[in-house]
């Protein structure tokens, strides 16, 4: 009988125990985070993808594609990779994705598009991605660096060269990428500027290379024979101050401009008028004439006046430059604190291209002054110069030529390119020098 109500008991008690125990776990609430809580959505259709536009390519870095499919959420929520790379989203419907191509070059790449409400990804899309910079010459050493470049009329890009921060004279690329020595090192270390120019100056029906190099002259550089300690033009009586760039106007006079007081224009046969420019001092790394898009002739100034950067430019009528027509064209201290212009390009749309020591490399500041980053993340620094290729090399696009040299953390031999072409879908403005009959 004892026994009997021992084993009753122990019944009792494992009955309370169970209805206790499913009481408490059927009212807790659920642990989180667990696994099934965040994925709990999963097993909703997955995406699909049908297309991607522009059809069979795009250019890396800087195009924008529209993926067509079903099933995609928000931007939040939608992942695009090519291959491993995770593409920025721009925007998304629940059937179109656009997205920021990657700076990922290449063919057949794989692009998958996920969603995070669903356990699957869409049927990868093959595409392929072309490089909008490319090295441009590709047999330098890891010690070498391209500094001043310049085109003549047949393609041939002068440049001035040195070798572990040493100047070696300037050399000449051909169009089949050949290299070889045009003019030996003279007095200077490198050029900070080089220009050809025909018409007047041309020497024996060729093109005549000039170059400045942040002295008190301009100096006609001459194949194969070292440049003197003597400028073409210059000296304490007519160019009284350094020069660090200059350029050439449609009829045939030079504008130069570098570290003091005034703008000189210097025609062929070398008479020289100055402008006053700064009122106490300036440094100007960048000098440009540029017809714009109204046929008004501009020459632009880039660089530090009187203790402000920014980009400065006058009209010029016949030979000189209009009486009260300065206007700083672009405040570029303001927009980049801290930084330096370095050079100015423009395509004939009436866009200008600043070379600058900016993170960004290359800014880009439309006719109507909006400016931003040009191809950021692609384009790499350290900024030298650069030139508009002075011929065409196909029918939709131009190329401008961009010369570096290693910044302070760049210590791999991968970084021994210095020079690059960026394909540019426009035409770049004239180089007059070039133009000169």
């Known amino acids: 009988m004892k026994k009997n109500i021992y084993v009753n008991n122990r019944i009792k008690y494992l009955m309370l125990f169970f209805l206790a125990f499913t009481i408490f776990y059927g009212c807790a609430e659920d642990a989180s985070p667990v696994l099934y809580n965040e994925y709990k959505d999963k097993g909703t259709p997955g995406p699909t993808a049908a297309s991607i536009s522009p059809a069979n390519f795009a250019y890396a870095g800087m195009d924008t594609l529209t993926i067509t499919g079903t099933n995609f959420t928000d931007s939040a929520h939608t992942n695009v990779y090519f291959n491993n790379v995770k593409a920025t989203v721009i925007s998304v419907t629940s059937t179109e994705i656009k997205v920021k191509a990657p700076n ?3 063919d057949n790449l794989d692009v998958r598009v996920s969603v995070n409400t669903a ?22 050493k890891y010690t070498d660096a391209a500094v001043a470049i310049t085109f003549d009329r047949e393609g041939n890009l002068y440049v001035s060269q040195t070798d572990k921060g040493a100047g070696i004279g300037v050399k000449k690329i051909d169009l089949g990428k050949n290299i070889s020595d045009y003019a030996p090192k003279g007095q200077e270390t490198t050029w900070s500027s080089l220009k050809m120019a025909y018409g007047p100056y041309a020497n ?6 000039f170059g400045v ?5 301009i100096w006609k550089i001459d194949p194969g024979v070292a440049p003197g300690a003597m400028p073409w033009v210059g000296g304490s009586t007519t160019i009284d101050q350094n020069v660090n760039d200059f350029d050439f106007d449609p009829a045939g006079n030079i504008w130069a401009a570098g570290a ?6 210097v025609k062929a046969d070398k008479s020289v008028v ?7 001092s300036s440094k100007i790394n960048a000098v440009r004439v540029f017809k714009d898009p109204s046929n008004t002739l501009y020459l632009y100034i880039g660089g530090t006046k009187d203790g402000q950067e920014g980009v400065w430019r006058y009209k010029i009528q016949g030979d000189a430059i209009v009486s009260g027509s300065e206007e700083l064209y672009f405040d570029f201290g303001a927009a980049y604190p801290g930084k330096s212009v370095l050079s100015l390009a423009f395509s004939v749309d009436g866009y200008m291209y600043i070379g600058t020591t900016a993170d960004e490399t290359i800014i880009s500041v439309s006719p109507s002054k909006k400016a931003q980053a040009f191809l950021p993340g692609v384009v790499m620094a350290k900024f030298f110069s650069f030139v508009w290729d002075s011929y ?10 961009f010369s570096r040299d290693l910044t302070s953390d760049e210590t791999d ?3 021994s390119p210095k020079m690059f072409s960026i394909v540019m879908f426009k035409q770049g403005a004239p180089y007059y020098g070039l133009e000169l009959q």
Do not use: W
Request: aromatic content about 14%; charged content about 20%.
């Open 104 to 106: 990922l070059p290449g």
């Open 119 to 140: 356990d699957v990804f869409a049927v990868p899309l093959k595409y392929s991605l072309k490089a909008v910079q490319e090295v441009y010459y590709d047999k330098y």
């Open 204 to 209: 024996n029906g060729q093109g005549q290379l």
């Open 213 to 217: 190099r942040k002295l008190k002259g």
């Open 260 to 265: 003091g007081k005034n703008i000189f224009r």
């Open 274 to 280: 100055k402008y006053p420019f700064a009122t106490s």
């Open 392 to 401: 065409p090399t196909n029918t939709n696009a131009q190329h401008l030529i």
């Open 413 to 415: 031999k991968q970084y």
